[in-house]
């Protein structure tokens, strides 16, 4: 197994759309964070108020400091709402974002984007190509002032205005963006009004995928169908009994060898199947305690 992992927490839904192949390339401003890629303009108080020639590059590297260049005395500056919407809005028709991260297995990442634990958590290897030119997000106490002279330089690196507060550190967030034009346009609009584009993602990035603690029988006998043919691992969340995380009940090792294993948490998936696997589930449920108390979701 690969050991450079990124992760994405997602609905069964949107599971099923990446194993067909497709992963959605996301405008920043449909992003749940209003301070994204938002970032302050310092401007001199008697700059004028319209629209700036901009350009952005989505695959140079963060520049080592955002400081002030040569300008007016600070005294002397104000910050420029107009010209922060403006980059917003720019990247909004040009740059599609997908968002992962460094953590597997994240108690709030699986609420808020896991359709609170009921959906599942793709591992892929960070090293594939599809996954060129990462983004890490930087998590910084106060919101980067950043002086209108660095705008008008030259094109400006994506990767510096990734930069969150601290309170999403949980996140570990790393991005990989790819300009609109690249991507595809799909015939939906998501519910802030966005178009959905997607580009396509090969399924040997795909390492393995961990379904959660809530995912209910019907979806978990799914997700096995679906990944039974393939190499991907297979794990099942469950409520750790030692503090506050999860341990993962192994389903299908990642690698050509498909066999599944079987405990009291994962015999429901293969408990309605005519098989030497599904005699041996239906044993195990009427004869362990522990299953009588786990998977409730039918």
């Known amino acids: 197994m690969p050991k450079n992992l990124l992760h994405k927490y997602v609905t069964i839904a949107t599971l099923k759309r990446i194993l067909e192949g497709t992963i959605r390339m996301t405008q920043p401003g449909a992003f749940n964070d209003p301070f994204e890629l938002l970032p302050e303009i310092v401007v001199p108080r008697d700059h004028p108020e319209g629209p700036l020639p901009l350009s952005?590059?989505?695959?140079?590297?963060?520049?080592?400091?955002?400081?002030?260049?040569?300008?007016?005395?600070?005294?002397?500056?104000?910050?420029?709402?107009?010209?922060?919407?403006?980059?917003?809005?720019?990247?909004?028709?040009?740059?599609?974002?997908?968002?992962?991260?460094?953590?597997?297995?994240?108690?709030?990442?699986?609420?808020?984007?896991?359709?609170?634990?009921?959906?599942?958590?793709?591992?892929?290897?960070?090293d594939h190509e599809f996954f060129v030119d990462q983004i890490g997000v930087e998590?910084?106490?106060?919101?980067?002032?950043?002086?209108?002279?660095?705008?008008?330089?030259?094109?400006?690196?994506?990767?510096?205005?990734?930069?969150?507060?601290?309170?999403?550190?949980?996140?570990?967030?790393?991005?990989?963006?790819?300009?609109?034009?690249?991507?595809?346009?799909?015939?939906?609009?998501?519910?802030?009004?966005?178009?959905?584009?997607?580009?396509?993602?090969?399924?040997?990035?795909?390492?393995?995928?961990?379904?959660?603690?809530?995912?209910?029988?019907?979806?978990?006998?799914e997700m096995y169908t679906l990944i039974k043919p393939t190499t991907i691992g297979l794990t099942l969340s469950a409520v750790d009994n030692v503090g506050f995380g999860f341990r993962q009940e192994r389903i299908l090792f990642q690698g050509p060898h498909r066999n599944p294993m079987i405990s009291p948490r994962t015999a429901h998936i293969f408990s309605d199947t005519n098989t030497v696997f599904g005699q041996l589930a239906r044993e195990l449920i009427r004869v362990h305690p522990a299953s009588a108390i786990v998977n409730k979701i039918a």
Request: a neutral charge; glycine letters at 4%.
């Open 139 to 221: 998590y910084v106490t106060d919101r980067p002032k950043i002086p209108i002279e660095t705008y008008k330089s030259g094109p400006i690196p994506l990767a510096d205005l990734c930069n969150k507060s601290k309170e999403w550190w949980y996140e570990q967030e790393v991005r990989i963006a790819r300009l609109l034009k690249d991507c595809k346009k799909t015939a939906h609009v998501d519910g802030r009004g966005f178009s959905v584009f997607t580009a396509d993602v090969p399924r040997d990035a795909i390492v393995s995928i961990a379904l959660g603690e809530r995912t209910s029988i019907a979806q978990q006998r």
């Open 56 to 126: 952005f590059d989505i695959r140079a590297p963060r520049r080592q400091s955002n400081a002030p260049v040569s300008g007016p005395p600070l005294d002397d500056c104000t910050s420029s709402d107009f010209i922060s919407r403006q980059i917003l809005d720019d990247l909004n028709q040009h740059v599609g974002i997908l968002c992962l991260s460094r953590s597997p297995n994240s108690i709030l990442m699986w609420s808020h984007y896991a359709d609170q634990y009921q959906g599942a958590v793709i591992s892929f290897n960070a």
